[in-house]
């Protein structure tokens, strides 16, 4: 399972890396505004930096909805680095946009995705990944796991190359039952990922060993 960080903060990437544990990172136009990146310029030398501190799929999203501005944004960001892949949100549009960049060989990942029907599009028109947003949908009540499922099953049935990039992962749980459930990737805070360290038991004896150690050596 590939664990990419859900954020635009450097440091933060950087942390991952140092753990040795990072396989990608994923960006929205939100994440780069919680960074306080501004204008275009920043923001293409934002992806760059991103891309050199983590050796992995850096998803890069378009902000046009209609085709044309989708393309041109896309390519100007594929052009960045081989590590960026287009983000593209599930709209008509969109999909025609994915098909487009698959057939140019520059990889995507199709965004918002909340029903089985609209993975199923994206990976048809040929997609590199499709992200479902557990979260989300488990915040307006709705099984986001679920989605997970019916989406790795529909992948399985047809041996869709598609990656399932569970997005909207919130916390330690939704990690897992999605590892269970075979998303090929998590898209994260770094907080959940640091959630994987904690057992009390470990704390514990960790505690007494050292402890131990030190009666043996006094
Ligand atoms: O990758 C999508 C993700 O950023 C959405 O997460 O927690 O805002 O629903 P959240």
Request: aromatic residues 6%; hydrophobic residues 45%.
């Amino acid at each position: 399972m590939k664990f990419f960080l859900d954020t635009a903060n450097l440091k933060e990437i950087q942390e991952a890396v140092e753990l040795g544990v990072l396989d990608g990172v994923t960006t929205n136009p939100s994440l780069m505004a919680k960074e306080g990146i501004k204008g275009t310029d920043a923001v293409m030398s934002h992806y760059k930096q991103i891309c050199e501190i983590v050796d992995g799929d850096v998803s890069a999203e378009v902000i046009a909805t209609d085709f044309e501005g989708m393309i041109r944004e896309g390519e100007a960001l594929a052009e960045l680095h081989p590590n960026i892949v287009v983000k593209v949100p599930m709209i008509k549009e969109g999909v025609k946009a994915i098909r487009y960049f698959s057939d140019k060989g520059i990889k995507t990942n199709c965004t918002l995705i909340f029903s089985a029907g609209q993975a199923l599009l994206a990976a048809k028109a040929g997609a590199t990944y499709v992200s479902p947003f557990v979260g989300r949908l488990d915040d307006i009540g709705h099984d986001g796991l679920q989605l997970v499922q019916q989406i790795v099953d529909i992948f399985s049935n047809y041996g869709y190359p598609t990656q399932v990039l569970a997005a909207s992962v919130r916390h330690v749980p939704h990690l897992l039952q999605c590892a269970e459930l075979g998303a090929d990737v998590v898209t994260c805070p770094l907080s959940v990922i640091m959630g994987l360290l904690n057992h009390p038991l470990t704390d514990k004896g960790l505690a007494t060993f050292l402890a131990d150690h030190k009666k043996v050596n006094a």
